[in-house]
């Protein structure tokens, strides 16, 4: 089965600066699905990137990427220029690429609480 | 577009009473439900997933029960509450994992935060 393992419950960063969030997954699967959810205080789930493991190109958006390290089972994201709506718990997911049964469903991590301090 | 709406955002019940909770999905259609539980500190737990109309699947033995009566209704129910029932419920959809579908990410509700008291 797979797993997903956040080893940082807080994280804290001044505003305009850059911190990264680490995300490691366990899986014997060569083709999967990585995401990066943002919850906000007011609990909506929000994706912040995608990544495809066949694709080697880092995905960003904006002020957010990631490394992605496929050998090594890794995933962090990367928050630039932080903001003080940036602040939230921020969740690593895995999802399987097949089609059948339960390969539909988000794995994800206990979760990362980013603070932004002014 | 797509939506979710899951209600009630908050709810307090006493111990041994029922549940339910409900979530629909507008603008799509065959799409994948899914029911998770949020507890504090230990992220979101998926509950039960549903293929299609009264198809579900449980990965946790609990005192919670899922049912579909529609392609886009998802209803979480309990006859008899329990306090460890209490934490944040969300619900959430995804097209359906097929081949050629680039969609792959799931879209969540408001949540419901349960008490049980």
């Known amino acids: 089965a797979q797993t997903v393992t956040q080893s940082q419950p807080e994280m804290s960063v001044q505003e305009a600066e850059t911190v990264t969030l680490s995300c490691t997954y366990d899986t014997s699967e060569s083709d999967y699905y990585l995401f990066w959810y943002k919850q906000p205080p007011s609990r909506q789930m929000i994706l912040v990137i995608r990544?495809?493991?066949?694709?080697?190109q880092n995905a960003t958006e904006n002020r957010f990427s990631v490394n992605f390290q496929k050998a090594a089972k890794s995933f962090s994201l990367k928050i630039s220029d932080s903001q003080l709506g940036d602040a939230a718990m921020y969740f690593c997911?895995?999802?399987?690429?097949?089609?059948?049964?339960?390969?539909?469903?988000?794995?994800f991590g206990k979760g990362t609480k980013l603070s932004v301090k002014p | 577009s797509q939506t979710i709406h899951q209600w009630p955002a908050t709810l307090v019940q006493p111990v041994g009473s029922p549940l339910s909770l409900e979530c629909t999905v507008e603008g799509t259609s065959n799409p994948n439900l899914y029911w998770y539980r949020q507890a504090a500190g230990r992220g979101l737990q998926l509950l039960f997933y549903s293929v299609g109309i009264g198809q579900i699947s449980s990965e946790v033995p609990q005192n919670l029960s899922a049912s579909r009566p529609q392609d886009r209704q998802f209803i979480l129910s309990s006859k008899k509450l329990l306090l460890s029932d209490s934490g944040f419920y969300l619900c959430?959809?995804?097209?359906?994992?097929?081949?050629?579908?680039?969609?792959?990410?799931?879209?969540f509700g408001q949540g419901t935060r349960l008490t049980v008291v």
């Open positions: 997911a895995y999802r399987s690429a097949g089609y059948g049964g339960s390969q539909g469903n988000l794995i």
């Open positions: 959430a959809w995804s097209v359906r994992p097929r081949l050629g579908v680039l969609n792959t990410e799931a879209f």
């Open positions: 990544q495809e493991a066949y694709k080697q």
